[in-house]
């Protein structure tokens, strides 16, 4: 066999294989690439190949701890180290490493291989099963979310207790993870708690904890939830259905910060961070006396309102992305995905569930759908039932052409009048201006104003 | 002005979320007046936007960076240039001249129109 038919031999090989693997010179050049770094990374074979290393892998361990270089310094491989490369696309994707040497006929170090393997969809799995999600599966671009990720970072560092409102599905209990990972309580506990969920009773010695013999069937000591979370965060959802009763208890853990378990003579201090949440408007319920106000400004010291879906709408586009995405890794498929008249009948739905009522409809139709695309067919019937739009683009839809796609659609619904597309769209003007010119979209022109791009 | 370009070991840091360092660039009328280096304290990408936002950068210059924390950094009102490789020195005369749209500072498979369009969502 000549050294050219051995080649090709081994690029057979190593495109086989479905973890990524590379090659590298001793100055880090990348001398091969197999078609599955390729798609891990989203860089083909042709652009990696002769570039450093650091610069096609961008890992977090490029810096630090690179693997190869361990490898080059020790002469000894490495076995299973865990990292997060960013691929082209700015999506995180961890990953688990080997490194070893490779060696001529003489012995002579010539470079170095890695290979490594994608563990999104066993990262995927273990939050959907621990309810791990972070602000990073908090998807959006628009001018409401973005008032919102301004304000985070402070947030998360003040301490200070924070009041979530917004309606439900929303994704109140995201933020609230997302304050508790971005602050300086991380690595303690983030304890949620439904206040809606229990009765009063049952509610009191869930956050409380009691002591043995408190009450009948009190049988053994048991650790509050206030308790449960000292050091880190606590989320009491649903704050605007408690009771007065509860409301008074409560009131006490955030003045004095101690907890008095059922039965126990004495407090107990403790050191939590209160984030509370609600689909009410708390403020209405102060005004009609059904929450205490003192209790509503002590919880409201920063206030956070979580827009609906439907008033961020150039955010679907993102979010139908972002959730075929999950899905796929979750369920092991290859959706592609979503059709034009899929996109454009999602657009336009008003979605009284929110956010949560989208990840339902994508969910059921990942059930629905084998492989491909998304079909108007894999929708709920009242989805589907929608028409009266015009015929739209046919194949799958990336997260460009979806955009365009609707910002075309909206121009024509409203006539060429970029005003009200815009506010159909959930944007303001001015970026509608500039996504009609960076998309090169034809303005109708009925409205009697000029055809412009 | 002021921008600040994500390094390690002289050229651009491979990846701004992992980044321990940033050289810190003022200008005034297209010429630097003050130049620093500023190390990360945090490896926590979140406090490395909060230290960029003290430091009042307009601009930061990176590698590859995730999604999430270039929204947190747009949100501040940081204008991000991501995924540009090169020599620091290479680096910043091509920003003074505005010149780091060109496919010499691209990471492989990021093509600049892209990252650009990215940044304007």
Known sequence: MDQDQRRRHWDVILDSLNEGVFTVTPDWRITAFNRAAERITGISRQEAIGKACCDVFHASICEKACALRRTFQTGQPVFNATAQIINNQGQRVPIRISTAILRDDRGRVIGGVESFQDLSQVEQLQKALELRYTFEDIVGRSNAMMQLFRMLPQVADSGSTVLIEGPSGTGKELFARAIHNLSPRRRRRFVAVNCAALPDTLLESELFGHKAGAFTDARRDKTGRFEWADGGTIFLDEIGDISPAMQVRLLRVLQDHVVEPLGMLRSKSVDIRVVAATNKDLATLVRTGHFREDLYYRIRVIHMVLPSLKDRREDIPLLIDHLIGKFNRLQGKDIAGVSGDVAACLMTYDFPGNVRELENIIEQAFVLCRGGIIEMHHLPPELGAKGGRSPSPSGSLNLQAMEKYFIAESLRICKGNRKKAARELGIDAATLYRKIKSHAIEVPEADGRGRRR | ?121
């Open chain 2, 1 to 121: 002005m002021r921008a600040a370009f994500a390094i390690w070991n002289d050229r651009i840091a491979p990846q701004f979320d992992a980044a321990r360092q940033v050289c810190i660039v003022e200008t005034r009328t297209g010429a630097i007046v003050h130049e620093h280096l500023e190390a990360f304290r945090s490896g926590l990408p979140v406090n490395k936007v909060r230290r960029l936002v003290e430091l009042a950068v307009d601009t930061l210059v990176c590698g590859a960076i995730s999604r999430p924390v270039q929204a947190l950094l747009m949100a501040q009102g940081i204008r991000v240039v991501p995924f540009v490789a090169g020599t620091l020195p290479d680096v910043i005369q091509a920003w003074l001249q505005d010149g780091l749209a060109c496919q010499r500072f691209a990471m492989p498979g990021t093509a600049k129109e892209k990252t650009t369009d990215m940044n304007r969502r």
